[in-house]
């Protein structure tokens, strides 16, 4: 047996008897990371959440993708050109890139990635048999599945319905990730547990639940600025441990690489209420705190037509622009995310987003004065009659929203928090489930657009992320007006007028716009500072 085999079969027994690889087995090397909040699956027509994007971020690639400022590169299209009507996109592909081994090939080897390929990948996500959440993005943009075109192998056209500016960015999602569609054929839904992609590590292992393993891409197509191959590390692994102190502690154990967010139960043990490292961890490990593309926020279902708003107080504004007046989210910000973060009183688009602009949109500030003053005018005077509102959330932002809870108590809101399950309430929210519920939103791509279409009407549940239920005509106007402006600095004054529209009506409570705050292991290197906390690995190396 070769000594290649003989390391897997060895990382096979460690993680079905849930032992820890040491950093080097044999001279390999391994990446230990946890996910609290478990992993649906590894099909990206799936990659709703943040550890479905970390994990695909792994195992595929598409057309073009981001470096750290946000910017588009190639990636699988080498070069790429626009119709003068904006209309076509033709993209041109390296023709060096090739899927992971799997049995379903001749031979067993990865074949080449066509064009073919993509017209499949991209049109597999607008078909409702496969009921992808990530339709929205092309559903409103192209005519159909006709609109990708593989002119040959290494020719790939999408034909647009109207010009779309933001293409580029958006083309950067993983949802825009190629597969090969034998494989997909071959395993249908399962295809979620057997993934086959292109990327920098491919799919070994996976226990529900328990942990997940990925290997090194001995074929990956990627070179680094010497041109040596990448990734560096041999093996990827996973543990799914809900608990995030208990996470943590693995951490602080030496046991885990990297450890993402920090809790409420151990953030001031880390971090001081200005946002330092304590004295006590000081130099025990790296901490990163960068920008992060993620609005926290609750959200709130505003669609009268569904039985749950019908006789919910939350179907008036004037209750729910008072929700947004009686939180203190300077006061939210300093002592329950110890300085990380900034006060959510601008609009849904999130500070660091292209065309954040605080002056033109505003949001909410603390005001428990007019809180009252608008409860009064929709005849609840100091809440009086006010029926109790039921608020959900999750295990990890308990802490969170009881502090809101206390806030709403202050002004006379009364509410009811419910904990359920991460899994559980992703799915409540996407189908019209919960009328009041934290939610947060990460870029799936850097533009503006992103955050705004979880209020496009035609976005609506079951079609997209609209998950508030928001309607608005003359939103979806400007929404739609928006595709035709090429130039940047006009489309983001549409941008802000959206904002702004949708902010008077509150179908939302910003919270804060979060960072990025990423506790590396200290003979960690390499990695990035990715805005959409994208976990590139590609480039990282273990001493």
């Not at 590590?201 to 074929?219: D, I």
């Not at 920008?291 to 505003?302: A, R, S």
């Not at 976005?459 to 609209?466: A, E, R, Y």
Request: charged share 20%.
């Amino acid at each position: 047996m070769k000594q290649g085999r003989i390391y897997i079969v060895f990382l096979l027994l460690c993680t079905l008897a849930a032992c820890r690889p040491s950093n080097t087995d044999r001279g390999k090397t391994i990446f230990n990371f946890n996910m609290d909040e478990g992993l649906t699956s590894m099909d990206p027509a799936f990659a709703r959440n943040k550890n479905a994007l970390w994990i695909d971020n792994q195992l595929y690639n598409g057309l073009v993708q981001i470096d750290d400022s946000l910017h588009n590169h190639p990636a699988i299209a080498k070069s790429w050109q626009l119709s003068a009507d904006g209309l076509t996109y033709t993209f041109y592909l390296r023709g060096d890139v090739y899927f992971h081994d799997d049995a379903l090939f001749p031979q067993g080897k990865g074949r080449r990635v066509t064009a073919g390929d993509f017209a499949y990948s991209f049109g597999r996500l607008i078909d409702p048999k496969v009921a992808s959440s990530g339709s929205w993005i092309f559903s409103d943009k192209v005519a159909g599945k006709q609109a990708f075109r593989a002119v040959d192998d290494s020719t790939f056209q999408i034909r647009l319905k109207q010009p779309f500016p933001p293409l580029l960015s958006l083309l950067t999602a993983q949802y825009c990730s190629v597969v090969p569609h034998e494989v997909v054929a071959h395993y249908g839904k399962d295809f979620r547990n057997h993934p086959v992609g292109t990327g920098p590590f491919q799919f070994k292992y996976w226990k529900e639940g328990e942990v997940l393993v990925l290997l090194k891409n001995k074929h990956y197509w990627e070179k680094d600025a010497g041109g040596h191959a990448l990734p560096y590390l041999d093996a990827v692994r996973a543990t799914f441990i809900s608990d995030k102190q208990t996470a943590f502690m693995e951490f602080i154990k030496g046991k885990l690489d990297y450890f993402n967010s920090i809790d409420g139960s151990y953030r001031d043990d880390i971090l001081t209420k200005s946002g330092r490292i304590t004295q006590k961890h000081k130099g025990k490990f790296q901490l990163i705190i960068g920008p992060y593309l993620n609005t926290e926020y609750m959200g709130i279902l505003v669609d009268s037509n569904l039985s749950i708003v019908k006789h919910s107080p939350l179907r008036q504004l004037k209750v729910r622009q008072a929700i947004n007046y009686a939180i203190d989210r300077n006061q939210l910000i300093k002592y329950l995310r110890n300085s990380i973060g900034t006060p959510g009183t601008s609009g849904f688009i999130p500070e660091g987003m292209p065309g954040f602009n605080a002056v033109a949109v505003k949001g909410y500030s603390y005001n428990p004065v007019k809180a009252q003053q608008l409860l009064a005018e929709a005849g609840f005077p100091h809440g009086k009659n006010l029926p109790e509102i039921l608020l959900s959330t999750t295990t990890t932002y308990r802490d969170l929203i009881e502090y809101v809870q206390g806030q709403l108590n202050q002004a006379g809101i009364r509410t009811r928090v419910e904990v359920v399950q991460g899994a559980s309430l992703r799915e409540l929210i996407a189908k019209n489930g919960v009328s009041f519920f934290r939610g947060s939103w990460v870029a799936d791509y850097p533009d503006a657009e992103n955050y705004l279409s979880l209020f496009y009407s035609k976005n609506k549940i079951p079609f997209g992320p609209n998950y508030t239920g928001y309607n608005n005509p003359k939103f979806d106007v400007l929404f739609e007006q928006a595709y035709h402006i090429a130039d940047n600095s006009k489309r983001y004054e549409l941008y802000n007028q959206m904002d702004q529209l949708m902010m008077q009506q509150s179908p939302v409570v910003v919270l804060y716009y979060d960072k990025l705050v990423n506790l590396y292991q200290n003979n960690i290197s390499g990695f990035g500072r990715n805005a959409q906390s994208l976990l590139v690995l590609k480039k990282v190396k273990k001493r």
